[in-house]
């Protein structure tokens, strides 16, 4: 199982990015996905997560600004970020926890990060 990420970048503040992260591999169905970010010098930090049914949380800070979706189909999540930031730089990593088969136990998985880099 992996998980792709892309469609972080340079972008001047105010700008918008929108990334998407794919689960491929043996999968037989996903639960929470969801979007952390981490800065320099800092931890890890939840940033937004919709479970299967919908459920979303928002960390307080992107809340207003961010929008997470997801397409149980593809096995992706997307993160919009609109009104972006310079605290807002950091890597930003997806996550999925998922299962092989039913009944089987959830596994967490994460992407390989990707940079958002937001300049004032």
């Known amino acids: 199982v992996q998980l792709q990420a892309s469609g972080g970048g340079l972008v001047q503040a105010g700008g918008s990015l929108r990334l998407s992260c794919t689960a491929s591999?043996?999968?037989?169905?996903?639960?929470?996905m969801g979007w952390y970010r981490q800065a320099p010098g800092k931890q890890r930090e939840l940033v937004a997560s919709?479970?299967?049914?919908?459920?979303?949380n928002y960390a307080e800070s992107v809340k207003g600004r961010f929008t997470i979706s997801r397409d149980n189909a593809k096995n992706t999540v997307y993160l919009q970020m609109n009104s972006l930031k310079p605290e807002d730089t950091a890597v930003y990593f997806c996550?999925?926890?998922?299962?092989?088969?039913?009944?089987?136990?959830?596994?967490?998985?994460w992407g390989q990060g990707t940079q958002v880099t937001v300049s004032s």
């Open positions: 919709i479970g299967s049914g919908g459920t979303i």
């Open positions: 591999g043996t999968i037989f169905n996903i639960n929470v």
């Open positions: 996550s999925a926890d998922l299962r092989y088969s039913s009944g089987g136990a959830w596994y967490p998985y």
